[in-house]
């Protein structure tokens, strides 16, 4: 019998952007699969939307509280609870290629305690590789994509576009919303799978297309004043906030590297804020 894939999908006042990634959806040749889409607080009809014009996608409609990480979890719970084989995490500004489900499903059925990631390219030309799995540099505490898949060891996958066994929620748990309630809730549900056993692979013939320009980090960045020059410090909106650079570096990196990592990074972080406050001011 053909697994059964549940694909959870967060989504937030993208509309046109959703429509664009469920209707890819219609391309996807693997026979065996639902969507899930969270909606969480959306004022721009995304939910309306879709129950209009996709009628078999399930949409939850929450407050707007929930962000990934949580949202995530209310997809994977009603998913498990409907009988799914596996879920595939992925965001709403991607491009499907028709066979990506295909080849992520025949990496892993073989190998039932594997996460499988696709290859991500820009979905701007000429559609350079993006992500082929995700690595450390342990002094200075970023976590950045792997060129190639022979680009060093493969330590964490991301949520856009990963396939999970559903039997790995109920051996380590669900995503971390608490210390990752929008970023690094993939790196972290990854690594601790990876240390309950869970081998971690990148299925090199199945590709999706990022749309990078779409990316809430991309648009925060892009206008550094003096209000908001500390706030990706307390923001979960923001890859750099502290309690959550915290927690990753205590849960994952060696003891006596930690801090020096900590520092590394914030270093870096305050010298391109600067940079891009004195670029506005010109």
């Known amino acids: 019998m053909t697994p059964r894939v549940s694909v959870i999908t ?11 990634f469920l209707q890819s959806f219609a391309g996807v040749t693997y026979p065996n699969f639902e969507i899930i889409v969270i909606d969480d607080g959306s004022t721009d009809g995304s939910a309306d939307a879709i129950q209009r014009e ?38 709403d500004d991607v491009i499907l290629d028709p ?9 892993a059925v073989p190998n039932p305690r594997m996460l499988v990631g696709a290859m991500i390219y820009d979905a701007r030309p000429p559609h350079n590789l993006w992500y082929a799995g995700g690595k450390f540099s342990w002094w200075t505490g970023q976590i950045p994509h792997r060129a190639s898949v022979d680009d060093g060891p493969l ?23 608490k210390h990752f309630p929008q970023y690094v809730g993939d790196v972290d549900f990854t690594l601790r799978a990876a240390k309950h056993g869970y081998a971690l692979s990148i299925a090199e013939r199945s ?6 320009e779409e990316s809430i980090q991309r648009l925060i960045r892009q206008h550094v004043t003096l209000r908001n020059f500390f706030v990706p410090l307390f923001s979960n909106k923001s890859d750099s906030k502290i309690g959550m650079r915290l927690t990753l ?23 391109k804020q600067t940079t891009r406050l004195l670029r506005g001011l010109r």
């Not at 939850?60 to 498990?80: K, M, P, Q, Y």
């Not at 066979?99 to 990496?107: C, G």
């Open 155 to 177: 330590y964490w996958l991301t949520g856009m576009g990963t396939l999970i066994p559903v039997g790995a929620f109920a051996e380590i748990g669900m995503y971390d919303e």
């Open 99 to 107: 066979e990506f489900l295909t080849h992520l499903v025949d990496r």
């Open 10 to 20: 967060p989504i937030f006042n993208r509309k046109d952007i959703t429509r664009q």
């Open 207 to 212: 590709r999706i297309y990022n749309r990078t």
């Open 249 to 271: 570096y205590r849960r994952y990196w060696p003891t006596l590297l930690a801090p020096i990592a900590f520092c590394a990074y914030y270093a870096v972080f305050f010298a």
């Open 54 to 91: 996709f009628p078999s996608v399930r949409v939850f409609r929450t407050e707007g509280n929930l962000w990934w990480s949580r949202a995530t979890n209310v997809g994977v719970r009603d998913a498990i609870s409907r009988g799914a084989d596996f879920i595939l995490t992925i965001n």
